[in-house]
C-alpha cells in the first residue's frame, strides 16, 4: 500500500495533511475522480461562475502523480 495526499486549489490551497493508503495509483486516481465528482455536486451553481479549480494527487515524495482541472461556465 502506498500513501497518496489530495491537495484542492481554488482560490487557497487546501492540503491533505492525512492522505489515504491505495494499493495501486489506478485506485487513487479512481478515488480523486470520485471525490472531484463529489465536490462538484455539493458545490452546485456556486462552481458555474468560470472560476478554475484543481485537484493535485501526491504520492508519499510529494511528487504530483495527478492534477484535475475544473471548470464551469
Known sequence: ????????????????????????????????IATAGEMLRDAGLRSWDGSEWRMLVRDEDSRTVLSLRFSAE
Not at 500513501?3 to 492522505?19: C, K
Request: proline residues 3%; negative net charge.
Open 1 to 32: 500500500m502506498a500513501r497518496y495526499f489530495f491537495d484542492v486549489i481554488d482560490g487557497q490551497v487546501l492540503t491533505d495533511v492525512e492522505g489515504a493508503d491505495f494499493a495501486s495509483p489506478a485506485q487513487a486516481r479512481a478515488e480523486a
